[in-house]
């Protein structure tokens, strides 16, 4: 069985509808009417130890809603949802043993309180026994460089700093799953990196589930195989990566430092999307046209001194999808 089952879940909130000025607060206290936003409208996906699975989608699209119902934190509408076996609302606290969570925009951490010291009210909470407490808390250290803040109170933590405190916090009871809601929201490039390998090496060292949620997709093409795309509350793709890449990848750009002859770039096959003093970048779909024919174009009237040919990255596939949905008619290309 998977370690996360998920069937046609479904989150409405009800929330109250209110009027403007003070006779329509007056109205909306006496007669409250309500609206029902519908978060997650039927979403279902398994998920199988050891996996470490990307969960995107647009603001709004129902990602933290279905990270809270896999948390217990909500209960669904309706649907099913199983996190190792346990129903995560009913069994709250058992459930809460199995996994580690982090939300990104709020720390679970003890605000006022030294570092350290919420480390060890979350091993009491646990029962985390002594001594793997502190083999976790030495691996932690060495890894996410815990020592320079242990005595510092979390609120005067940096950003960076606290991200890696939240998710050294989510892993000291040795969870089997983790549930990570934008890890690496806010953080610098080298930081990034820093969290990236170190979920990386906690995926691989210890065989740890991971749902991540994010908006940097190269925390995706980083960490994970598999993506499972929502949008409105709807999934719209749950595969491979490298099937999207493939599917949605065949745009290059080609772009050339070419010398100005006064004479006119004449392109057959690819289209000029961008100028800037000498370079030029040159959009074609890669199977119809070769980069090199292209090329060949080009030095029929230019002089070619640089030239690099790009691939599309990730974020423009996904943002194309999000706009245009995923087809599943086309078949996709072999890279
Ligand atoms: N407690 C709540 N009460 C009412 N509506 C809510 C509540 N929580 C979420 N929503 C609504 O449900 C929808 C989904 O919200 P959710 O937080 O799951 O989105 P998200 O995919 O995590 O977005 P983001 O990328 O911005 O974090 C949104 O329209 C949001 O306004
Ligand atoms: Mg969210």
Redesign the pocket.
């Known amino acids: 069985m998977a370690i996360i089952e998920v069937e046609n879940l479904r989150?409405d909130?009800?929330?109250a509808k209110r009027e403007t000025g003070f006779l329509g607060a007056l109205k909306s206290v006496v007669n409250r009417q309500f609206i029902t936003?519908e978060?997650?409208q039927g979403i279902s996906f398994s998920i199988e130890k050891g996996e470490m699975v990307g969960y995107i989608?647009?603001?709004?699209?129902?990602?933290?809603?279905?990270?809270?119902m896999l948390t217990g934190i909500?209960v669904p509408s309706s649907g099913k949802v199983t996190v190792n076996g346990l129903v995560p609302y009913e069994d709250r606290k058992k459930n809460a043993k199995n996994i580690g969570v982090v939300f990104g925009?709020r720390t679970q951490l003890w605000w006022d309180l030294p570092t350290i010291e919420s480390f060890e009210l979350l091993k009491d909470i646990y029962g985390v026994s002594d001594t793997r407490y502190q083999e976790n808390m030495d691996t932690f250290t060495e890894i996410l460089g815990l020592n320079e803040f242990l005595n510092t109170p979390v609120r005067q933590l940096s950003l960076g700093q606290r991200m890696r405190a939240d998710i050294a916090a989510s892993l000291l009871h040795d969870p089997e799953i983790l549930f990570l809601?934008?890890p690496t929201i806010g953080l610098d490039v080298v930081a990034k990196e820093k969290m990236r390998d170190f979920i990386q090496e906690i995926n691989k060292q210890r065989q740890v589930t991971v749902i991540l949620?994010t908006?940097d997709m190269e925390d995706i093409e980083k960490l994970c195989k598999r993506m499972v795309l929502?949008d409105h509350?709807q999934k719209v793709y749950d595969g491979n990566i490298d099937t999207v890449k493939a599917k949605y990848g065949k745009t290059r750009t080609l772009v050339v430092d070419v010398e100005q002859n006064g004479k006119e770039l004449t392109l057959q096959g690819g289209s000029l999307i961008k100028e800037e003093g000498n370079r030029k970048w040159i959009s074609f779909n890669r199977t119809e046209i070769s980069a090199s024919e292209l090329i060949n174009q080009i030095t029929k009237t230019h002089n070619i001194s640089d030239l690099t040919v790009e691939e599309p990255e990730i974020e423009s596939i996904i943002s194309r999808i999000y706009q245009e949905g995923f087809s599943n008619t086309e078949e996709p290309i072999q890279v």
């Open positions: 989150k909130f009800k929330i936003k978060a997650v989608g647009p603001n709004g699209a129902g990602k933290s809603t279905t990270i809270k909500l925009q809601d934008e949620t908006h929502i509350g």
